[in-house]
């Protein structure tokens, strides 16, 4: 698989003027040079193409091109933030490629690259800094600054303009959004959609492919914490993992989902209890039937529950099952 910032790119329409651009749902703000765009990096087969927490921009165009991303971290840290994570990027020097870190105030580290690198292919790039930002609000983003092929002939230029980048990173407009609430999904079916009940306290990532969407609900913990997510995939195929879990491993749960009974899957990965469950809705575009057996494609419901231990596990099915297919507004 190529780089992340394989530029086989889509610009997106409505793209932002040059200066001022909105990061992450305008969480965050960055001033760019005149020639920034937003762009979408090209997605594989079954793969989502588009990440309601993370943004992408390039500066530039084809092998002179320079590419930022950045992400939500859906955690957030209190005390000392730079200490932590100059600690944690020191790892980045374990390997061949050299780094320098570096922080601006208490609320941004980063890490630039110190050798030229040599033969990047046209179609990759290569890493010219890596970054963490803490938010007033105390929520961390990570941002990822890259150089295409002719832009990483002159890597100080490049460090250069992601240090002046970097400095210009300042709150948006928009608060996360973490009051209780319900959140509505595509269901792909006629006249009804998904509503998802999210407990207060928790973050929602859409992520959309072609014919399928999923959002992670995830709250935001402190780092170190472990993780308490809620994960509603909608669409054909979707990928089960308990399926490729030994049968011994896991142990199965009964309960009710839209007013139908699922089995729940249980079982343990590193530092996360798991639990899936799957719904047929029937076929796309055609009238709820909660059955697979039908002519044409068939729209499930997955969802995936992440916690920390056991019990949390146990509360987050008790919220997943809060999850309805309600009419769709009348116009």
Not at 45 to 57: C, G, V
Not at 66 to 74: G, I, Q, S
């Amino acid at each position: 698989m190529k780089s992340y910032f394989t530029p086989v790119l889509l610009a997106l329409a409505g793209a932002a003027a040059a200066g001022e651009m909105p990061l992450l749902n305008d969480h965050l703000r960055i001033t760019l040079p005149d020639q920034a765009e937003y762009y979408t990096p090209g997605a594989a087969l079954m793969e989502a193409a588009r990440k309601a927490d993370e943004t992408n921009i390039r500066v530039g165009k084809g092998a002179d091109a320079l590419y930022l991303r950045a992400r939500e971290k859906h955690y957030t840290v209190d005390g000392d933030f730079a200490k932590g994570v100059k600690d944690a990027m020191a790892a980045l020097n374990a390997g061949a490629t050299r780094y320098s870190i570096n922080q601006e105030g208490d609320n941004l580290v980063y890490a630039l690259r110190l050798q030229d690198p040599k033969d990047v292919p046209a179609d990759d790039a290569a890493v010219v800094c890596h970054a963490e930002y803490r938010h007033p609000d105390g929520s961390v983003q990570k941002f990822t600054i890259g150089a295409a092929a002719g832009a990483a002939k002159d890597m100080e230029k490049c460090r250069k303009a992601a240090v002046e980048w970097l400095k210009g990173i300042r709150p948006g407009n928009t608060p996360l959004q973490l009051q209780e609430r319900v959140e509505y999904q595509q269901s792909y079916m006629k006249d009804c959609r998904v509503a998802v009940q999210v407990p207060q306290g928790y973050t929602a990532t859409l992520s959309e492919g072609d014919g399928f969407h999923f959002t992670a609900y995830s709250k935001l913990v402190k780092r170190g914490d472990g993780p308490e997510e809620i994960s509603v995939q909608v669409g054909d195929h979707p990928e089960l993992v308990f399926e490729k879990v030994p049968a011994a491993e896991q142990f199965k749960q009964e309960g009710t989902l839209m007013g139908r009974k699922v089995q729940w899957h249980l079982y343990a990965a590193p530092g996360v209890y798991v639990a899936e469950c799957v719904l047929p809705l029937g076929a796309r575009g055609g009238e709820v039937t909660f059955s697979d057996k039908v002519q044409g494609e068939v729209v499930y419901v997955h969802i995936s529950l992440y916690g920390k231990n056991a019990a949390t596990r146990t509360e987050l099915i008790r919220q997943a099952e809060k999850t309805t297919l309600e009419p769709l507004p009348k116009e």
